[in-house]
């Protein structure tokens, strides 16, 4: 029996962005995957929002930084939804700080969960995507501002950028598109957290549309991405930033 609905994972998807690309993904007919590591609450919380809409979706606990994490996150995807058709790395962390001043932990904890994070899920998705599937990774319009407190933020997402294109030269024969989208300042609770109405006020003023991106922005980029007009977008880095850089 041919299965009638494609299986997405997001990872980091409890909350902000991510929460917000299951919600679309979900309304264009995905079966979602709230995949979180820690905001248990919020995930179980959006699977029963999306479950009483009469969507199809599941939260699974995982660290992407873990390898062991990782291979279960896609058999427990195929145990309860079958093979995964979309992959999207959105799981991410941002802590700002002059290089100098960076301690070993945090850079170990960015490039854990940034750039190790991505690692394991495209190894892991090289083995057991579907073929004709959707990989989408998160990089930063960030590395184009070259912000004081950003080098090791950047660092972690220009390894992301890096990776993009040439993994989807190596899945070359599947029908397998990896990109990546590179977000602006998008209005969230992890973007806002310690803005002052002054701060927030300049990032939205810096794009030529005046205004700070909207997580609904975001998603539909990766609506696009994850859907069938995309078929031809491959091994590239979309810049959704209003026109900021």
Known sequence: MTRSRKVAIITGASRGIGAEIARRLAADGFAVVINYASSADE????????????????????????????????????HH???????????????TMALAETSDE??????AINTRGVFNT????SKRLNDGGRIINFSTTALALN??????YNASKAAVEAMTPVFAKELRGRNITVNSVAPGPVATELFLAGKTEEQIQHFASLPPLQRLGQPEDIASVVAFLAGPDSGW???????ANGGLA
Do not use: C, H, M, W
């Open 233 to 239: 977008v491959n091994g590239q880095v979309l810049r």
């Open 147 to 152: 912000l004081p407190g950003y080098a090791i």
């Open 81 to 95: 939804l079958g093979n995964v058709d979309v992959l999207i790395n959105n799981a991410g962390i941002l802590k």
């Open 122 to 125: 495209l190894r892991e998705a």
């Open 106 to 111: 945090l850079f170990e904890q960015t490039f």
């Open 43 to 78: 995930a179980d919380t959006l699977v029963e929002q999306l479950i009483g809409e009469g969507r199809d979706a599941i939260a699974i606990k995982a660290d992407v930084s873990s390898v062991s994490d990782v291979r279960r996150l896609f058999d427990a995807t195929e």
